[in-house]
């Protein structure tokens, strides 16, 4: 389908409410993984303060936190999603939640004892359980709902992350001040447990969506590499996952820099970092509430992954320069949004454009690629910014978020969007 199709149909923002009514099995998981997300975002603001408070604002090995958080995704994303359409989903998302809340309960040890190696450890176990579970679920989401109303259970998910990610962040920097991090994890451990308990009551639309009969029967590696050949061969999914690949070279650097920022610019305040990482759900939301104004079909989505780099990238450039704490509150909320918009317009058409008996693998192999990218910018962002300073290292990656929407719409007019698949082989 070419961008000469812009005929849509837009769908009116309300009727994505209905689904909580309508499905009781969307609305479980709906309240399970918010609640989950909720506390995750605790985790992460704890883990940060935490290393940021032992190191004595070290951008390094800041940056190494979280790059260790996302770089072990490659790995686990592709198992993840080979997992997701070989077993039961339902079963793989309750195991990996349980496997989340007990990884969370250990950093209450870690943070005890002060141990970076400790932190570090489990910041690659809680990132690859996370990767695994992040490849199952949006797979798992579109067995529930179907496909027709896969995109407006997508956006309610994403209204729920906001809330949770502006909640969670917020919440946890005055829980960091007042209480300490102990019971920050702990709360992240019952929600993960919480999480495992709702999905465990769900079940599929249909079973045969949830795959409880697979057409491959070869190990696991076979089935990871049948991902990556059938990836070759359909233009449209390979750039756009580039394109994600491209951006997260930049994007890494976004939570990385403003943890640094508010270090530096702003006493290293644990509220205002809260703050910071609020506006994460703002932007969430944000997104939430422009998406369905902004019109579906192929074109309006292709476009929108496209502007979406653009207006983040150059939003990022600017963020550092601005001194005042609410405009650069809002700045960088406005920045989330247009991350948010791109994921929105994204995720359902990577999953629309796949095989349903791939949809696991590929959006594996896609989070693999994308959160260790991320991972590894992360790291290198933040000593990137120890030597250049704040302002220069956020210019290099808001470049590298603008290159990746250019690069995006050069594809978009080539002749290679229009040339037919090559036809993958699908055995094993």
């Known amino acids: 389908m070419g961008l000469s199709s812009l005929h849509t149909t837009p769908r009116s923002p309300d009727s994505r409410w209905s689904l909580i009514k309508e499905m009781p099995a969307f609305r479980r998981i709906l309240t399970g993984w918010t609640i989950s997300a909720l506390g995750d975002s605790l985790n ?225 305040n644990p509220v205002t970092l809260g703050l910071f990482f609020a506006m994460t759900g703002i932007g969430a939301l944000a997104a939430a509430w422009l998406r369905p104004r902004l019109g579906h079909g192929f074109a309006r989505e292709a476009q929108l992954i496209g502007w979406a780099c653009i207006v983040e990238g150059v939003l990022f450039i600017l963020l550092p320069h601005v001194r005042i704490l609410p405009l650069t509150l809002a700045l960088f909320a406005v920045q989330l949004s247009a991350a948010f918009l791109f994921g929105l317009a994204y995720q359902p058409l990577l999953l629309q454009k796949i095989e349903a008996s791939l949809r696991g693998r590929i959006s594996g192999l896609d989070n693999g690629i994308y959160l260790s990218l991320y991972g590894v910018s992360a790291a290198v962002l933040g000593s990137v910014a120890a030597v250049l300073g704040l302002e220069e290292t956020a210019a290099i990656a808001g470049c590298i978020m603008v290159s990746a929407g250019l690069f995006w719409f050069s594809f978009l007019r080539s002749d290679k969007l229009h040339r037919p698949k090559k036809q993958a082989c699908l055995t094993s």
Request: hydrophobic share 50%.
């Open 44 to 268: 992460q603001a704890a883990v940060i303060f935490l290393i940021l408070t032992v190191t004595g604002g070290e951008g390094l090995k800041t940056g190494l936190a979280i790059g260790l958080r996302l770089s072990s995704r490659l790995i686990f994303s592709g198992l993840g999603g080979v997992l997701a359409d070989r077993f039961n989903r339902r079963l793989v998302l309750v195991f990996l939640d349980l496997c989340l809340g007990g990884t969370a309960l250990l950093f209450i040890l870690a943070s005890t004892a002060k141990s970076l190696p400790g932190l570090y450890i489990l910041t690659i176990f809680m990132g690859a359980l996370s990767a695994a579970h992040a490849a199952t679920r949006l797979v798992y989401l579109r067995d529930v709902t179907g496909a027709d109303r896969f995109d407006r259970a997508f956006a309610l998910i994403q209204i729920g992350f906001g809330l949770t990610l502006f909640l969670g962040y917020g919440l946890g920097g005055g829980l960091l001040g007042v209480t300490g991090c102990q019971l920050v994890f702990l709360i992240d451990a019952v929600s993960f447990f919480f999480s495992a308990f709702c999905t465990w009551t769900t079940r599929p639309l249909q079973v045969e969506q949830n795959g409880e009969k697979r057409s491959q029967q070869g190990n696991l590696l076979q089935d990871w590499l049948l991902g990556w050949e059938y990836l070759r061969a359909n233009p449209l999914l390979f750039y756009m996952i580039l394109t994600n690949a491209l951006w997260a070279l930049g994007g890494g650097g976004v939570f990385v820099l403003v943890s640094l920022l508010n270090y530096q610019h702003f006493a290293n």
